[in-house]
């Protein structure tokens, strides 16, 4: 098969932006064997694969470009024709350019503006949209994107999901017994936690999903009535603002705000279990911080609606967590609750390590080298992609 691929708008260097699993790929396919190339418009780190490294080529449109200095119509056209001119199988990221395997790592611009002024003050909302100043150019790139794909031959569709369509996938490394639990005994004592009390970690980089409050809202109830001291540890840039949901659902004196961390390994290892906040809001879910519990053998507590609730079942001891239904304060309140059932959760604890050994990229890179083949897309002539004016 000829080099891959992989497109994504912007290269971020924090470990939990979506765009970082673009370079976890690439590597996953070198170590496959599987020639790679990057295709982005800018990278906020320009030695993200650093110079040399065999196997993974990064072309970027514009290097000098900043975090917000989006050009979706440029950078769709620029895309289509490196693709053109030199044909091979591709993967998009992004909703502004379609590929052969096409994963939308973000909600449509619509429900991006939509969210961005949801609940503001209209100062604020007004200098979110003014961030956006690329919006109409969005717009116009996705709608030109889907003509595209259309067009794609083999009757082409996009897959407008996520990877959760080729299943989870975790990038963190799981530690040996001994290691795992001198990193619990460490951050433990870090953050001044006794051994006795019950630590469940929560991802808060997606506030604006729905069901957040209810999520939260379930922890105090089920702690009280389960009688047992419970600490939240919860991660993500938004300090204020997760700090304040903390406080109105009634968990703000159990609630620890680590920002964003470079290490949710270790925040898992000193955990009990993950909880997975909210629904999934679009398509563009990944299921990440599931897939990353249950790769740490954290059993999780999720709703129906969750990327990745699949692998998670509804009966206590069934299966690596539990899945909450009705995603309602009290439904959450019986799902942490049964967590904190010290047999029920050892067991969830063993069935999440053995789900959550096959969640790797390198899995991840087998089944989408699968599917390619699958799809018999070789990069062989000049075939491979339309061209961009249709």
Not at 27 to 32: D, I, K, N
Not at 53 to 64: D, K, Q, S, T, Y
Not at 275 to 282: K, Q, W
Request: charged share 25%; hydrophobic share 45%; glycine share 10%.
């Amino acid at each position: 098969m000829s080099d891959i691929a992989i497109i994504v708008e912007y290269l971020r260097s924090m470990p939990w932006a979506s765009s970082v699993w673009a370079v976890r790929l690439a590597r996953a396919f070198v170590r496959r064997g599987q020639g790679v190339r990057i295709l982005c418009d800018g990278a906020e780190d320009p030695e993200v694969i650093p110079p040399g490294e065999a196997g993974v080529r990064i072309e970027v449109r514009r290097p000098l470009r900043r975090l917000r200095s989006s050009d979706p119509l440029g950078f769709g056209s620029w895309v289509m024709d490196r693709l053109e001119r030199v044909p091979g199988p591709s993967i998009s990221m992004t909703r502004w350019v379609p590929g052969d395997l096409w994963f939308a790592f973000s909600p449509p611009i619509p429900t991006v503006l939509s969210r961005a002024v949801l609940n503001r003050s209209a100062v604020t909302a007004a200098l979110e949209l003014l961030h956006r100043p690329w919006a109409p150019s969005a717009m116009l790139a996705e709608r030109r994107a889907g003509r595209i794909a259309r067009h794609w031959p083999g009757g082409f569709r996009p897959v407008l999901g996520s990877l959760v369509s080729a299943g989870l996938a975790s990038d963190l490394v799981r530690h040996g017994e001994s290691e795992r639990q001198a990193l619990r005994a460490r951050v433990r004592s870090l953050l001044d936690i006794p051994r006795d009390h019950v630590v469940l970690t929560t991802s808060g980089v997606h506030t604006e999903r729905p069901g957040v409050h209810e999520s939260l809202a379930g922890l105090a109830p089920a702690a009280l009535a389960a009688g047992v001291p419970v600490q939240l540890l919860v991660f993500g840039r938004k300090t204020h603002t997760l700090r304040r949901l903390c406080d109105r659902a009634g968990v703000g004196p159990r609630a620890r705000i680590l920002g964003g961390t470079f290490r949710l390994d270790a925040a898992l290892a000193a955990s009990d279990g993950g909880i997975v906040l909210g629904s999934r809001a679009d398509a563009s879910s990944t299921g990440r911080f599931l897939a990353d519990c249950l790769r740490m053998s954290a059993p999780v507590v999720c709703s129906t609606e969750a990327a990745g609730a699949s692998q998670v079942f509804s009966s206590p001891g069934e299966g690596p967590g539990w899945v909450v239904n009705p995603a309602e304060a009290d439904g959450w309140r019986r799902g942490i609750e049964s967590m904190l059932d010290p047999d029920l959760r050892r067991r969830a604890s063993r069935l999440a390590c053995e789900v959550g050994a096959d969640l790797t990229m390198d899995a991840l890179a087998n089944r989408l080298l699968d599917r390619l083949v699958d799809r018999g897309i070789r990069g062989t002539g000049g075939e491979s992609n339309p061209s961009y004016a249709a």
